[in-house]
């Protein structure tokens, strides 16, 4: 079976004054239709990877890859008019905060109807049909109010599940979530992701979930990823969390506190420089 | 140290009036660890804000010390016993002052003595060397920014710390390290904190008490022992306990 997305040395770069930033360096994994959870602390190139998979990394930045394949069909650094035509309809992404990524002008209907149209070429009725279909989908009580309503006057749980009914419309094959429930309650998160579970299920669809939540990737996902300093330093089945070999990752579930078990003291990260550079442990990340 | 009774907090004025806070009441002793938890817009925060005045359209009662406090306007010894750090880091500090401006300038406006030697002091009791006082914010990181935050709450030497989500813009490894920073602070000189967060595992960490919040009312006090049994009282706190640990599938 082919993956749906299949990525081999992916790098990111951007030029300074000191030199080049290497903010991905050599990343390699497999989709298929599974929940790929991808977690690290902020700067490990977890966002990026996901911007990069999707031709979202502005110049000067530069993206290079052994392999980038949709379907087993290169999008490297495809001309943006190609690309345009694959995000959204094939892979598509859902954002941290709902308040800005949505048009604060435009009623949410509109935006759902746009996001439609755009992709399958229908216009009209058929747009709106499939806009209401989409704010039932999310389970969203009242549509018809929600499609007339600005974003501003929205809750942020109810904007993520508007944001997710318009990434859905078109069917994508993919959907990158990036942070898509860090700016929400805990009680409207485990709703938005139960939503998300069951769309991405249904349509048999690949997810990758960026994340720096280490626990609710290990209770959400199937298969976890953790990012350290642009590489992949450990992948586990989320299952098997707890049996973290890497430091890197054991450090992280360490310092958490916990309700279940008091500590006197937090334990904290001592981070060492091979944890940037020694070789990884699974030597191909993502084999399916 | 400090005693809340039926405390009411509003926004705007009728039609439009938002009531932010309703009747809340509670009690912390000295040395004690308070924890207020909610979700948002539940007002947790804005009993704190009303609190060190940031808020006057408040009703009730507010003592600090046993020193009722009114409106907005706050006494020189008010400041003197009760300090306040904010969540985001990045936002509390002036971009264009450097950490010695920030902490000069707070002790000039406390009246200390000796500012050049308190400054490395404090510095070195939030865990930075002395290699980072003539540095900026944006030469920070935000564990750093936030251990500068709290260097500048303890200039003043205040005996009530109240902490707003201190930790919630951090990574979890920074966010134990400043935990850790914050409960060793506490040991070492007798604070009293009330601390804001949405995250119930780290106040069950740092505090010894906490109220729920729910709609601005407080729906339960109790313990961070009763709330590591899951042994809450109210629904709102059940259902509160129950999703923070986590996502279940179905």
Redesign the interface.
Known sequence: MTPLLSVRDLRVSFPTRSGSFQAVRGVSFDLGRERLGVVG??GSGKSMTGRAILGLVRPPGKVTAERLELDGESILNLPERRMRKLRGARISMVMQDPKFSLNPVMTIGRQIMESYRLHSGQGGQAARDKALDMLRAVQIRDPERVFDAYPHEIS?GMGQRAMIAMMLAPDPEILIADEPTSAL??????EV??IM?KLVRDRGMGLIFIS?D???VG??CDRVLIMYAGRVVEELPAHDLHAARHPYTQ??LN??????Q??E?????QRQDSWRDADIATPLPGGL | MLTIKDLDVWFGHPPERVDAVRGASFVVARGESFGLVGESGSGKSTILRAVTGLIDTWSGRIEVAGQPVTGRHRSRAFHKTVQMVFQDPYASLHPRHSVDRVLSETLHLQGMDRIDQRIATLLDSVGLGRGFRFRYPHQLSGGQRQRVAIARALAAEPQLLLLDEPTSALDVSVQAEILNLLADLRRDRGLTYVMVSHDLAVVAHMCDRLAVMRGGEIVEEMTAAALRQGAARSDYARDLLAASRGYAAG
């Open positions: 602390e902020s942020g309650d805990v009680s409207v998160r485990n992701l139960r579970d720096h280490l626990n609710l209770q959400f450090g992280l310092s958490l506190p916990r309700l279940d008091p500590v003291r937090l334990s904290t990260l």
